[in-house]
Nanobody, 115 residues
């Protein structure tokens, strides 16, 4: 199983980024997907979740109204659209796949919000 995140980078405050996470080696459409992030010196925190069908999503308060999680099961990919980014959004962003006791993680992509 492999999860590969992409789309991170340096962006100015107020800007946008779209993260992608491509999955292989699993039945992607069966998995609940989540985005997490970890800032330096802090614990990993949940950012957003999406059900296997994509019909239901959930967000941490930090991202509500600014972040949108979505998925394309035909492309085995989950996305995180991040708008109105703030310096406190700076972190490594990870995607995770969950099904029962099985869980898989990507290697992360760095997002830096700075002027």
């Amino acid at each position: 199983v492999q999860l590969v995140e992409s789309g991170g980078g340096l962006v100015q405050p107020g800007g946008s980024l779209r993260l992608s996470c491509g999955a292989s080696g699993l039945t992607f459409s069966s998995y609940f997907m989540r985005w997490y992030r970890q800032a330096p010196g802090k614990e990993r925190e949940l950012v957003a979740s999406i059900t296997s069908t994509g019909r239901s999503t959930d967000y941490a308060d930090s991202g509500k109204g600014r972040f949108t999680i979505s998925r394309d099961n035909a492309k085995n990919t989950v996305y995180l659209q991040m708008n109105r980014l703030k310096p406190e959004d700076t972190a490594i962003y990870y995607c995770g796949a969950f099904l029962g006791s099985r869980n898989y993680w990507g290697q992360g992509t760095q997002v830096t919000v700075s002027s």
